[in-house]
Nanobody, 113 residues
Framework: QVNLVESGGGLVEPGGSLRLSCQAS????????MMWYRQAPGKERELVAS???????TYTPSVKGRFTVSRDNARRMVYLDLQNLKPDDTGVYFC???????WGRGTQVTVSS
């Protein structure tokens, strides 16, 4: 079964850190680009970061230098390390396989004191 499952969200204070994980299953994971999106309350879903099969990365400007996307092809995992979190980073974070238009269910990140 083709599936994406995110984990690792939570409540964190401003300046804190989290690691989000995405477990992929059911497809040849290593061959494909993977992406992380987020959706803040009342806002549209936005692309946060992407990583190619070999590991090339891109980031939206607001997270550059604070977030790091990585992958472990052997384990079929994609990670998003979030550092120096800000309240504006609050939202549901989704793992996405664009080739198949496949989305995970998301994991909630809340940044608040």
């Amino acid at each position: 079964q083709v599936n994406l499952v995110e984990s690792g969200g939570g409540l964190v204070e401003p300046g804190g850190s989290l690691r989000l994980s995405c477990q992929a299953s059911g497809f040849s994971f290593s061959a494909f680009d993977m992406m992380w999106y987020r959706q803040a309350p009342g806002k549209e879903r936005e692309l946060v970061a992407s990583i190619s099969g070999p590991g090339g990365t891109t980031y939206t400007p607001s997270v550059k230098g604070r977030f790091t996307v990585s992958r472990d092809n052997a384990r079929r995992m994609v990670y998003l390390d979030l550092q120096n979190l800000k309240p504006d980073d609050t939202g549901v974070y989704f793992c996405h396989w664009p080739t198949a238009k496949l989305w995970g269910r998301g994991t909630q990140v809340t940044v608040s004191s």
